[in-house]
Nanobody, 126 residues
Framework: QAQSAESGGTMVQTGGSLRLSCAVS????????MGWFRQAPGKEREFVGV????????TYADPVKGRFAISRDNDENTMYLQMNSLKAEDTGVYYC???????????????????WGQGTLVTVSS
Protein backbone atom coordinates (compact mmCIF):
# COMPACT_ATOMS: atom_id res chain seq x y z
CA GLN A 1 0.00 0.00 0.00
CA ALA A 2 1.39 3.38 -0.98
CA GLN A 3 2.18 6.18 1.44
CA SER A 4 3.57 9.67 0.98
CA ALA A 5 4.55 12.85 2.77
CA GLU A 6 5.22 16.26 1.23
CA SER A 7 7.80 18.85 2.23
CA GLY A 8 9.59 21.90 0.93
CA GLY A 9 6.86 24.50 0.83
CA THR A 10 7.73 28.03 1.87
CA MET A 11 7.30 31.64 0.84
CA VAL A 12 9.07 32.71 -2.32
CA GLN A 13 9.03 35.81 -4.49
CA THR A 14 7.45 36.01 -7.92
CA GLY A 15 9.83 34.63 -10.49
CA GLY A 16 11.63 32.47 -7.98
CA SER A 17 12.10 28.72 -7.82
CA LEU A 18 11.27 26.05 -5.31
CA ARG A 19 11.53 22.29 -5.13
CA LEU A 20 9.00 20.19 -3.30
CA SER A 21 9.66 16.66 -2.16
CA CYS A 22 7.35 13.77 -1.62
CA ALA A 23 8.41 10.58 0.13
CA VAL A 24 6.67 7.79 -1.73
CA SER A 25 6.56 4.07 -1.13
CA UNK A 26 4.51 1.51 -2.96
CA UNK A 27 2.16 1.61 -5.90
CA UNK A 28 -1.58 1.89 -6.08
CA UNK A 29 -3.52 -0.53 -8.23
CA UNK A 30 -5.53 1.26 -10.86
CA UNK A 31 -3.72 4.56 -10.55
CA UNK A 32 -1.75 5.91 -13.48
CA UNK A 33 1.12 7.13 -11.30
CA MET A 34 2.01 9.63 -8.59
CA GLY A 35 0.71 13.09 -9.06
CA TRP A 36 0.98 16.58 -7.65
CA PHE A 37 -2.16 18.49 -6.89
CA ARG A 38 -2.71 21.91 -5.37
CA GLN A 39 -5.45 23.89 -3.75
CA ALA A 40 -5.47 27.64 -3.55
CA PRO A 41 -7.46 29.43 -0.84
CA GLY A 42 -11.13 29.41 -1.73
CA LYS A 43 -10.64 27.30 -4.84
CA GLU A 44 -11.10 23.70 -5.87
CA ARG A 45 -8.20 21.29 -5.83
CA GLU A 46 -6.50 21.09 -9.22
CA PHE A 47 -4.15 18.76 -11.00
CA VAL A 48 -0.58 19.97 -11.41
CA GLY A 49 1.31 17.06 -12.93
CA VAL A 50 1.90 13.32 -12.83
CA UNK A 51 4.68 10.82 -13.42
CA UNK A 52 3.73 7.28 -14.35
CA UNK A 53 4.79 4.36 -12.19
CA UNK A 54 7.58 3.42 -14.59
CA UNK A 55 8.87 7.03 -14.52
CA UNK A 56 8.93 7.05 -18.32
CA UNK A 57 6.31 9.72 -18.82
CA UNK A 58 5.20 12.98 -17.23
CA THR A 59 2.13 15.07 -17.92
CA TYR A 60 1.45 18.62 -16.76
CA ALA A 61 -1.49 20.92 -16.46
CA ASP A 62 -1.44 23.78 -18.94
CA PRO A 63 -0.84 26.54 -16.34
CA VAL A 64 2.47 24.96 -15.27
CA LYS A 65 3.78 23.56 -18.53
CA GLY A 66 7.29 24.72 -19.23
CA ARG A 67 7.76 25.95 -15.66
CA PHE A 68 7.30 22.85 -13.48
CA ALA A 69 9.03 19.50 -13.75
CA ILE A 70 8.43 16.24 -11.94
CA SER A 71 11.15 13.74 -11.28
CA ARG A 72 11.32 10.62 -9.21
CA ASP A 73 14.21 8.90 -7.48
CA ASN A 74 13.09 5.33 -7.06
CA ASP A 75 16.18 4.40 -5.05
CA GLU A 76 15.27 6.99 -2.45
CA ASN A 77 11.52 6.56 -2.88
CA THR A 78 11.20 10.29 -3.43
CA MET A 79 9.32 12.34 -5.98
CA TYR A 80 10.17 15.98 -6.66
CA LEU A 81 8.33 18.94 -8.10
CA GLN A 82 10.73 21.56 -9.42
CA MET A 83 8.88 24.84 -9.78
CA ASN A 84 10.45 27.71 -11.71
CA SER A 85 9.24 31.16 -12.72
CA LEU A 86 6.71 31.08 -9.93
CA LYS A 87 3.66 33.28 -10.14
CA ALA A 88 1.23 34.52 -7.53
CA GLU A 89 -1.40 32.13 -8.89
CA ASP A 90 0.86 29.20 -7.97
CA THR A 91 0.14 29.91 -4.32
CA GLY A 92 -1.57 27.05 -2.56
CA VAL A 93 -1.21 23.86 -0.60
CA TYR A 94 0.52 21.21 -2.67
CA TYR A 95 -0.19 17.53 -2.23
CA CYS A 96 1.27 14.41 -3.73
CA UNK A 97 -1.03 11.47 -4.15
CA UNK A 98 -1.84 8.64 -6.54
CA UNK A 99 -3.22 10.05 -9.76
CA UNK A 100 -5.98 8.37 -11.73
CA UNK A 101 -6.95 9.07 -15.32
CA UNK A 102 -10.57 8.96 -16.44
CA UNK A 103 -9.94 9.45 -20.13
CA UNK A 104 -10.22 13.19 -19.90
CA UNK A 105 -8.37 14.38 -16.83
CA UNK A 106 -6.24 13.34 -13.89
CA UNK A 107 -7.64 13.25 -10.38
CA UNK A 108 -6.97 11.81 -6.99
CA UNK A 109 -9.22 10.45 -4.29
CA UNK A 110 -9.98 12.41 -1.15
CA UNK A 111 -9.13 9.62 1.25
CA UNK A 112 -5.46 9.77 0.23
CA UNK A 113 -5.25 13.38 1.25
CA UNK A 114 -7.06 12.72 4.52
CA UNK A 115 -4.76 9.85 5.40
CA TRP A 116 -1.44 11.13 4.17
CA GLY A 117 -1.12 14.56 5.68
CA GLN A 118 -1.67 18.25 5.32
CA GLY A 119 0.31 18.93 2.16
CA THR A 120 2.92 21.65 1.98
CA LEU A 121 2.14 25.36 1.64
CA VAL A 122 3.67 27.39 -1.16
CA THR A 123 3.20 31.14 -1.02
CA VAL A 124 4.35 33.26 -3.93
CA SER A 125 4.55 36.93 -3.06
CA SER A 126 4.94 39.84 -5.45
Amino acid sequence: QAQSAESGGTMVQTGGSLRLSCAVSGRVFGAYGMGWFRQAPGKEREFVGVVNWDTTSTTYADPVKGRFAISRDNDENTMYLQMNSLKAEDTGVYYCAPAYYNGASYYTEDHYLRLWGQGTLVTVSS
